[in-house]
């Protein structure tokens, strides 16, 4: 049994949002602090209503599946994200808290470059997809961090940590760990 990921229905939710905030922006104004306090309960009550049915679709730790499940996954995962990103020989997926007037939530900003480092244009949800097909492929992974997954070796890294070996591919210049940053920005500082 497959899980289908219905990217449907996490849209129409985002729509009804977008809809819900834009009639209460022109009725009661922008700030959302001069609104009074049963508009603003009323406002933020409906967002969080709305919001648990996305989250429940899209839980923030994946659910572990069996072992050969995720050898499944991971076997099939090139051919999906081929589907999603053609040409794509780099995923980097970074975790990006948002704040829209309520709880914290955490979405994924995707970035899929090709061999020569071209970034890739994601079609609508391409972002949720691509960081609901990893998840899924690497749920033990940390995802409060940004990951990078490469399509030479189907493995995912910690971004800035990646191997050596992958280091001499063509996307050398892209990935720079933290302590080569601060080397490198510390000895421009002292040149100029």
Not at 6 to 34: F, H, M, R
Not at 70 to 97: E, F, K, M, N, S
């Amino acid at each position: 049994m497959t899980t289908d990921i219905d990217l449907g229905a996490a849209n129409a939710i985002e729509a009804d949002l977008i809809t819900l905030d834009c009639a209460y922006v022109t009725v009661y104004g922008p700030n959302l602090n001069n609104w009074s306090r049963g508009v603003r309960g009323e406002f933020l009550e409906i967002l969080r209503a709305r919001r648990t049915m996305d989250r429940e679709t899209h839980p923030v730790r994946p659910k572990r599946c069996s072992a050969s499940r995720r050898r499944r996954h991971r076997t099939q995962l090139a051919y999906r994200i081929r589907r999603i990103a053609p040409g794509a020989v780099t995923v980097l997926l970074t975790p990006v808290w948002t704040d829209t007037h309520g709880p914290m939530e955490r979405v994924y900003v995707v970035t899929a470059r090709t061999a020569d480092g071209t970034a890739l244009k994601l079609p609508v949800g391409g972002s949720r997809h691509l960081a609901a097909l990893m998840q899924g492929a690497f749920p033990r992974a940390d995802w409060n961090t940004p990951q990078t997954w490469h399509a030479d070796t189907n493995r995912l890294t910690t971004w800035g940590q990646a191997s050596r070996a992958f280091r001499e591919t063509a996307d050398a210049g892209y990935i720079e760990s933290l302590t080569d940053y601060t080397l490198r920005t510390s000895t421009q500082e002292a040149t100029s």
